[in-house]
């Protein structure tokens, strides 16, 4: 039987140009390179295992962690290595993969996850290069291979702005996602908590029925945070571990199972008030932005082009890769032009988390919003807002000023086990003194790892 949660601290942000989920996945060409950027993964010291012109194939290894070596990073593709990209102190930033459109993969073992142990589960996920995709909490690491987590969590949908719509994107991968839902549940022996939206109580999701347990959550973003979910039904205290991973991540290891090779293709979204047609690409795992954007944005205003979501994702250049965990790109206004007496105009294109403007009273109507951050940083005002976007049983406002002076006996005791950066992503949006709340909470979790683990 489903729990259900309702959540009311929340806001939706209604910006225009999402993608259509009715639609048809549209095809673009295959992507000359791909790139992987040991920069997507918190706390990874990379060690390399190839250099530039050799070949490989779809799942050999490109990289490794340098404290964990059994951890692996593998090519999507099969070709050759294309470059190796560095910056200051000869620091790893991407290793980019030239695609020679075969496709060809190493083999690994095809079976019934269910008819294997723990061990021999642990030991493919972590050839094919697979494992990253596990994600511990606290901290919002890769998991340790070693550890025995308390339960595994998975949101089955994305309540971020212009987010894509999760069944529409997977609607082909039902037998895929069971596999990958088999292969969590034999890691840890429990069935899987699986939170999924009041609106998808009649999805392709809730039909998946094996080994999981089912949490419905009706509420506005951050409702779909897997962070959220796990403070309402699991909460992570001292000491405990909890491992979430991606839908996406479950229809790749799925196949992996099911086929014994490495099939890393996938949909995503493209969406944004620039964006001349948002709609569905079927493309490759991390490829390149340049063939997928090209003629697709209208061009008339200084764009920004953002991997993921405009909440939490990462600026990229057109020339740049998609990030490892995201499933789409926002292209939006940048906003660096001057705006004068933006204060005193009663904003009725302007979006607020209060009601500062009046389009408050335009309940519907969608917004382009562009990168501005109207004012830099000033003095933290404490304004009691955090905890209405929140719904977690935290008090961000208080962890966060405990996080500035490192009191990590406050930190533990407000909270910061339970977040990461995502889950706070919502209050820097709304922050009226502008300060950089995720930056300073990803500080705040470098200090416990190093101090606490």
């Known amino acids: 039987m489903s729990n259900y949660f309702k959540l009311k601290q929340g806001l939706d942000i209604q910006l225009k140009g999402a993608s259509i989920a009715t639609s048809v996945p549209e095809d673009i060409p295959a992507p000359k390179t791909i790139a992987l950027k040991p920069s997507d993964f918190k706390g990874l010291i990379p060690k390399l295992c190839v250099k530039v012109d050799d070949s490989v194939k779809a799942g050999d290894a490109l990289f490794f962690d340098k404290y964990h070596p059994d951890i692996l990073f593998t090519s999507p593709v099969s070709g050759k290595v294309k470059a190796i990209q560095r910056g200051e102190r000869r620091k790893i930033m991407e290793v980019v993969v030239e695609s020679d459109g075969k496709n060809e993969s190493k083999t690994f073992l095809k079976k019934n996850p269910l008819q294997l142990t723990r061990e021999e589960i642990c030991e493919q996920l972590l050839k094919s290069g697979l494992w990253p995709f596990i994600q511990q909490r606290p901290y919002g690491i890769i998991a340790n291979p070693k550890d025995n987590p308390k339960s595994i969590f998975v949101s089955f949908f994305d309540s971020a702005p212009l987010a894509p719509d999760l069944e529409s994107i997977l609607k082909n991968d039902k037998v895929a996602l069971q596999t990958g839902i088999n292969v969590l549940h034999k890691l840890i022996d429990k069935p899987i908590y699986v939170g999924i939206s009041s609106k998808q109580e009649k999805s392709m999701f809730t039909s998946l029925s094996k080994n999981m347990i089912v949490n419905i959550f009706d509420g506005p ?59 569905y690409y079927n493309t490759i795992h991390c490829t390149e932005l340049c063939e997928l954007l090209k003629g697709k944005t209208k061009g008339e205003v200084k764009e920004r082009f953002i991997s993921g979501n405009v909440l939490t994702g990462t600026k990229v250049d057109t020339d740049n890769y998609l990030g490892f965990f995201d499933n789409q790109i926002t292209v939006i206004p940048e906003g660096d032009e001057l705006e004068s007496f933006g204060w005193i105009k009663p904003g009725l294109n302007k979006f607020s988390a209060s009601s500062t403007f009046l389009s408050k009273i335009f309940r519907k109507k969608e917004y382009v919003l562009n990168a501005n951050m109207h004012g830099d940083e000033r003095a933290y005002v404490v304004t009691g807002q955090f905890e209405k976007l929140l719904p977690m049983d935290i008090l961000p406002g208080y962890l966060l000023r405990a996080i500035l002076v490192n009191d990590i006996d406050k930190m533990e005791q407000l909270g910061i086990y339970e977040v990461i950066e995502e889950d706070l992503a919502l209050c820097e949006y709304a922050d009226t003194s502008k300060t950089p709340i995720q930056d300073i909470l990803r500080k705040g979790i470098n200090t416990m790892i190093n101090e606490v683990e």
């Open 221 to 279: 973003h951050p409702a779909g945070n897997v962070g959220v979910q796990i403070n309402h039904v699991d909460p992570i205290a001292k000491g405990e571990k909890v491992w979430t991973v991606s839908p996406q991540a479950i229809v790749y290891i799925g196949r992996l199972f099911d086929t014994g090779i490495l099939d890393m293709s996938k949909v995503i979204a493209l969406s944004g008030s620039e964006v001349l047609e948002p709609k």
